[in-house]
């Protein structure tokens, strides 16, 4: 789950951190009453959206008096901006967030995350902030360093200072530094986050260490123990397909291709996307039913699949375990009596009670194409379409 700048920075205080003042609002008129309270040379108007590159599309600017910033949030509310991480659709801002200016003299770039393959926590240091990171990793790798850490308690000043090397700081920016690592390593523990990112992290001509932005992600599994951040959930960021696919609890991913995919299993989910783009088209979702899914619940798989105006085909491939091939047929012919599935359909089974499965499937009287196995359900699927 993902959250807004305004609300990433209040987490990011709440533990310690550095961040400049700020304000949000929905409207103008509340944007442009509360700026008032804020102490500042300079207004810096930030669109809030969930997605990066805000500044190279027009979602951040400079402004120098209230009746600037009057006119520029009026420009910015409602807009739709247009980023490297939107899409071609876009974001329409329906939140504007205004902070007091940073006299910045070098900007750094730091993120928390995950490391799967090792069961550690890695923080990515560089000196190149406020530029995107995969850019800086692709032209100068040397300049980024990762610092993989044991999940304990505490992280040590040791860890601290491999991290905040790069930034080559002063004997007290050093302490502001590593003090700010502590604190994000403990909201990083303390929220289930997946990833916290600064960037840029800066040092101000006043040689303090502030956090210019942040982006925080947290563990969707782990939400029920923090219904604080549930309540920050922005639906208005969210695909329609996907809030209702998480109402049913289904893992769903909308994509960009013309095939609709469901299958019970994430890996089994991914070697049959995979297969769809061996055999030259590209999956529309990644759809987990989950093992143990109920009719209704594969009915409304379908149904979210079918929302989809891209899906031209669409390939059920179901391995019977706890998933039983009789429950995953019933629900897709519940689901053919209420819409109209007007695109081919290929159907895999193979498990648990597949003849049972196949059965219902053939006395139906949907138009559908049987397969043996999941090559052969990835080659007719895609003639299908063609």
């Known amino acids: 789950m993902n959250i807004h700048e305004h609300q990433a920075k209040q987490i990011l205080r709440k533990y310690g951190a550095v961040v400049p003042e700020g304000v949000f609002a929905f409207t103008v008129e509340d944007l442009i009453e509360k700026a008032k309270s804020l102490k500042t040379e300079k207004f810096v108007l930030k669109a809030q959206i969930h997605a990066g590159g805000r500044g190279k599309a027009g979602g951040v600017k400079i402004l120098n008096t209230i009746d600037e910033l009057n006119t520029a949030a009026k420009e910015l509310l409602g807009k739709i901006l247009v980023t490297h991480q939107t ?17 910045i003299d070098k900007e750094f770039y730091l993120s928390c995350l995950v490391d799967r393959a090792s069961s550690k926590i890695a923080f990515i240091s560089s000196d190149q902030g406020g530029m995107d990171i995969e850019e800086v990793a692709d032209k ?3 300049k980024i360093i990762t610092t993989k850490i044991e999940i304990t308690d505490e992280i040590s000043d040791v860890d601290c200072e491999k991290i905040i090397k790069i930034y080559d700081l002063t004997d007290d920016a050093k302490k502001q530094a590593t003090a700010l690592i502590k604190s994000v390593y403990n909201m990083f523990l303390g929220t289930d986050a997946n990833m916290v990112e600064v960037n840029p992290l800066i040092l101000t001509k006043e040689k303090n260490i502030i956090c210019l932005d942040a982006k925080v992600n947290f563990d969707s599994n782990a939400l029920f123990r923090h219904p604080e951040i549930i309540e920050l959930r922005d639906l208005n960021e969210e695909d329609p397909a996907e809030i209702e696919a998480s109402k049913h ?11 609709g995919c469901m299958v019970n299993g994430a890996g089994l989910a991914m070697a049959t996307m995979d297969i769809i783009k061996l055999y030259g088209k590209e999956p529309a979702n990644f759809l987990d039913v989950g093992g143990g899914a109920s009719k209704e619940k594969v009915a409304a798989a379908l149904k979210i699949i079918l929302s989809d105006k891209n899906v031209k085909g669409i390939l059920i491939n179901i391995f ?9 047929a019933q ?9 109209n599935i007007s695109v081919p359909l290929v159907v895999r089974l193979a498990g648990t009670n597949f003849k049972e ?7 139906s009287g949907l138009k559908l194409i049987s397969a043996e196995n999941l090559d052969d359900a990835a080659q007719k699927i895609v003639e299908a379409i063609k």
């Open 87 to 103: 899409g071609p659709e876009g974001r329409e801002v329906k939140r504007l967030y205004v902070e007091e200016s940073s006299n």
């Open 140 to 142: 100068t790798p040397e």
């Open 249 to 259: 609890d289904l893992a769903y991913i909308k994509l960009d291709g013309s095939i």
């Open 320 to 328: 019977g375990g706890i998933m039983r091939c009789d429950v995953l």
């Open 331 to 339: 629900g897709v012919v519940d689901a053919a009596k209420e819409i």
């Open 357 to 363: 499965g196949k059965e219902i499937l053939d006395n």
